[in-house]
C-alpha cells in the first residue's frame, strides 16, 4: 500500500458504528468484484493465518452468503449475509449475523452499507457497519478492526496480483 492510500477507521460508539474508508489502487469494476464474488472474498478475506470457504453465495436482493472462516487447526466460524439492497458497482448492503454449520443464525447481527466510487483509477471503499447491541460491537470491536486492517491489505495484494503491478 502506497502512503498516498487513503484508509479510515472510526468507531461511534453511541451510535453503534463502525466506518471504514479505504482507497484501491484498481479500477472499480475490479475491486466491486473483490468485495461481490466468492471465488474473491475467500481469497482476500480471512485474515492471516485463517482462510475462508464459502458454502454457497447468491449476489441479489435477498440473496444469501454462506460461508467459514477456518483457523489453522480446522475450527470454523460460520456467517451469513443476506443481501438487502444492491446498485451495481456504486453500492450494496447486507445483514451479517454469525451462524452454526446448519446456519442457525446468533443474533444480533450487524448491518453492512458498503459504497464505491473511483476517480482517476483508485477505487474508494466506504464502509459502513451498524451494530443492533452496543454490547455486540463492543465484544468483536478489537479483533473486528486488526482483523479488517488484515482484510484490506489482502485485498490489496490480491488487486495487485490481478492487475499485475
Known amino acids: 500500500m502506497s502512503d498516498t492510500v487513503a484508509f479510515d477507521f472510526a468507531v461511534d460508539k453511541a451510535a453503534h458504528t463502525v466506518t471504514i474508508t479505504r ?44 460461508y467459514a472462516m477456518v483457523t489453522p487447526a480446522g475450527e470454523e466460524r460460520w456467517a451469513l449475509q443476506e443481501y438487502t439492497a444492491i446498485t451495481p ?6 445483514y451479517n ?30 464502509i459502513t457497519v451498524y451494530n443492533e447491541s452496543l454490547e455486540r460491537m463492543e465484544r468483536i470491536l478489537e479483533g473486528f478492526t486488526a482483523g479488517m486492517k488484515m482484510s484490506l491489505r489482502n485485498l490489496d495484494n490480491l488487486l495487485a496480483t490481478l492487475t499485475g503491478r
Open 89 to 94: 458497482k456504486t453500492h450494496f448492503s447486507l
Open 97 to 126: 449475523a454469525f451462524a452454526d454449520k446448519d446456519e442457525n443464525v446468533e443474533l444480533p447481527g450487524s448491518e453492512w452499507n458498503h459504497t464505491f466510487s473511483e476517480q482517476n483509477g483508485t477505487t474508494t471503499v466506504r
Open 23 to 66: 482507497e484501491f489502487d484498481a479500477d472499480l469494476s475490479l475491486v466491486w468484484d473483490a468485495f461481490t464474488r466468492a471465488d474473491l472474498l475467500d481469497q482476500w478475506l480471512p485474515p492471516h493465518p485463517m482462510t475462508a470457504k464459502t458454502r454457497y453465495q447468491d449476489f441479489r436482493v435477498g440473496g444469501k452468503r454462506f
